[in-house]
């Protein structure tokens, strides 16, 4: 079992920052992937960005150039930095893990990001 925790939602806005944390705990080996989804109010959880165990990442065409994904291996933990931040950013958003053979999805329990003036 892989044990995510979120942290750093809120409320900001527009033009604003916000650092979302995910700390994982628990069976980290095998551990292929790590990312962020978001789900918007009436919407569909998306994917928003992804961080392979090599390194590679990969973005959403709607947040490309203002997120960056990254990950602290010591503390087992992976960062999105979102900035220029717009209402249509506003959602829960998820930490992902993507472990084992087969692969099989972890999910934490979200945080709240609102952008709103």
């Known amino acids: 079992q892989v044990q995510l925790v979120e942290s750093g939602g809120g409320l900001v806005q527009p033009g604003g920052s916000l650092r979302l944390s995910c700390a994982a705990s628990?069976?980290?080996?095998?551990?292929?992937?790590m990312g962020w989804y978001r789900q918007g109010p009436g919407k569909q959880r998306v994917l928003v960005a992804r961080?392979?165990?090599?390194?590679?990442?990969n973005y959403a065409d709607s947040v490309k150039g203002r997120f960056t994904i990254s990950r602290d291996n010591a503390k087992n933990t992976v960062y999105l930095q979102m900035n220029s931040l717009k209402p249509e950013d506003t959602a829960v958003y998820y930490c992902?893990?993507?472990?084992?053979?087969?692969?099989?999805?972890?999910w934490g329990k979200g945080t709240l990001v609102t952008v709103s003036s």
């Open positions: 628990g069976s980290i080996f095998s551990i292929h992937a």
């Open positions: 961080i392979t165990s090599g390194g590679s990442t």
């Open positions: 992902n893990a993507l472990r084992g053979s087969p692969p099989r999805d972890y």
